[in-house]
């Protein structure tokens, strides 16, 4: 929709065609792009509205007042050959006026497939379906598998994953790379602010550092770490210097890249994670952060690597505050010496509610 075309009174009145989707282990409002302004600043000022930002409770809209529910994805039919459709996912940060497009959320992909084929978007394929989707954030490109009997999306199964209560339906989510590098600054460890860190990129930019390199154990759950200012100061001042070597440029306002403490596995797993997003802490983690910590500990000599145990095959289990994740990841050279990386992750999603969504006037 061109901006001279949107009547946010008219929106405000009327309402715009929205459909609540848990994704994973987050939640967000999913739109088609017809249906949402083209014109970015438009568009964001109308995100803000619906999902109540800036308001620490985002009470007088849809956001659940954490980052995790405060997502958006606009999915539209790709021009790209080969490509089903384009999701551009967009932060809405909870309690400033910022809509962020710095990074992308395996979380929501998920439901991507799913909300495709309930919109008309792509059609069922039997009783699986496969939709091929590009992010438009990072540029990389998903195949996202999962049931359709009938020719309709069916929520429910027996996958569980953790972080959700109960099971529903398995997505399978394949992820190739965009061409960019696994380790963006060609190094396998940097030295930032004295601290060794590992900088890695196989979907999600995310900075690999040792818990107890910062005086913690990293076990600590989310809240403890978050009531901790004098470490939180210290991881940020890491993360804007990561930021600058990663090519994100000033990362002050981005919602990337996300810190890691690792520490070694408490419960059979390959690695125990903390996870700063950057300013609150992860419940558990997210789909594309554990595929790049994966692959990074994938790496000799890299942070953690010490003291990972990577099973002989099979996925890699990335232990976090809620459970563990299952990453299976293949890491490998390229010619010309660049580490590379891809991942297969499996995740739920569930359609929450349908309709139209109102805009704050
Ligand atoms: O890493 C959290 C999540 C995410 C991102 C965040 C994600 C991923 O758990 O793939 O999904 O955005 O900080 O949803």
Same mark, same amino acid.
């Given at each position: 929709?061109?901006?001279?075309?949107?009547?946010?009174?008219?929106?405000?009145?009327?309402?715009?065609?929205?459909?609540?989707?848990? &994704?994973?282990?987050?939640? @967000?409002?999913?739109?088609?792009?017809?249906?949402?302004?083209?014109?970015?600043?438009?568009?964001? $000022?109308?995100?803000?509205?619906?999902?109540?930002?800036?308001?620490?409770?985002?009470? $007088?809209?849809?956001?659940?007042? *954490?980052?995790?529910?405060?997502?958006?994805?606009?999915?539209?039919?790709?021009?790209?050959?080969?490509?089903?459709? $384009?999701?551009?996912?967009?932060?809405?940060?909870?309690?400033?006026?910022?809509?962020?497009?710095? +990074?992308?959320?395996?979380?929501?992909?998920? &439901?991507?497939?799913?909300?495709?084929?309930?919109?008309?978007?792509?059609?069922?394929?039997?009783?699986?379906?496969?939709?091929?989707?590009?992010?438009?954030?990072?540029? =990389?490109?998903?195949?996202?598998?999962?049931?359709?009997?009938?020719?309709?999306?069916?929520?429910?199964?027996?996958?569980?994953?953790?972080?959700?209560?109960?099971?529903?339906?398995?997505?399978?989510?394949?992820? %190739?790379?965009?061409?960019?590098?696994?380790?963006?600054?060609? *190094?396998?460890?940097?030295?930032?602010?004295?601290?060794?860190?590992?900088?890695? $990129?196989?979907?999600?930019?995310?900075?690999?550092?040792?818990?107890?390199?910062?005086?913690?154990?990293?076990?600590?759950?989310?809240?403890?770490?978050?009531?901790?200012?004098?470490?939180?100061?210290?991881?940020?001042?890491?993360?804007?210097?990561?930021?600058?070597?990663? @090519?994100?440029? =000033?990362?002050?306002? +981005?919602?990337?890249?996300?810190?890691?403490?690792?520490?070694?596995?408490?419960?059979?797993?390959?690695?125990?994670?903390?996870?700063?997003?950057? %300013?609150?802490? *992860?419940?558990?983690?997210?789909?594309?952060?554990?595929?790049?910590?994966?692959?990074?500990?994938?790496?000799?000599?890299?942070?953690?690597?010490?003291?990972?145990?990577?099973?002989?095959?099979?996925?890699?289990?990335?232990?976090?505050?809620?459970?563990?994740?299952?990453?299976?990841?293949?890491?490998?050279?390229?010619?010309? &010496?660049?580490?590379?990386?891809?991942?297969? %992750?499996?995740?739920?999603?569930?359609?929450?509610? =349908? @309709?139209?969504?109102?805009?704050?006037?």
């Amino acid at each position: 929709m061109a901006a001279a075309d949107f009547d946010l009174a008219g929106a405000v009145r009327d309402g715009i065609r929205c459909m609540l989707m848990r &994704g994973g282990t987050s939640k @967000g409002a999913y739109f088609v792009a017809d249906d949402v302004p083209a014109d970015r600043a438009v568009r964001d $000022d109308l995100l803000l509205r619906i999902m109540g930002s800036p308001d620490p409770k985002q009470i $007088d809209g849809v956001g659940g007042a *954490h980052p995790l529910t405060s997502k958006v994805a606009i999915v539209s039919p790709s021009s790209e050959p080969g490509i089903d459709v $384009d999701y551009l996912f967009l932060q809405v940060v909870v309690d400033e006026p910022v809509v962020s497009d710095a +990074q992308t959320c395996g979380n929501l992909l998920a &439901g991507i497939g799913p909300f495709a084929v309930e919109r008309g978007l792509v059609p069922a394929g039997g009783d699986h379906t496969s939709v091929r989707i590009r992010l438009v954030n990072t540029g =990389d490109v998903a195949t996202s598998a999962f049931p359709t009997p009938g020719g309709r999306p069916d929520y429910a199964g027996e996958q569980a994953i953790d972080g959700v209560p109960g099971t529903a339906a398995r997505i399978e989510l394949e992820m %190739s790379s965009g061409g960019r590098p696994l380790l963006p600054t060609g *190094h396998v460890v940097d030295e930032i602010a004295g601290h060794a860190a590992t900088l890695v $990129d196989n979907g999600m930019p995310v900075v690999l550092l040792r818990a107890e390199d910062f005086g913690v154990t990293g076990d600590e759950s989310p809240a403890e770490l978050e009531s901790r200012a004098d470490l939180r100061s210290q991881i940020e001042a890491v993360r804007l210097t990561a930021g600058k070597l990663m @090519g994100l440029g =000033d990362v002050t306002t +981005q919602t990337v890249p996300k810190m890691f403490l690792l520490s070694p596995a408490r419960n059979g797993g390959a690695i125990s994670t903390r996870a700063f997003i950057p %300013s609150r802490v *992860h419940p558990s983690v997210g789909v594309l952060m554990a595929a790049s910590v994966a692959a990074g500990i994938s790496i000799p000599d890299a942070v953690g690597s010490e003291f990972a145990r990577l099973p002989a095959e099979g996925p890699i289990e990335v232990e976090h505050p809620s459970g563990s994740f299952p990453a299976l990841v293949r890491v490998g050279k390229a010619d010309d &010496g660049a580490w590379t990386g891809t991942s297969t %992750s499996i995740r739920t999603a569930r359609k929450l509610f =349908d @309709g139209l969504v109102f805009p704050r006037a």
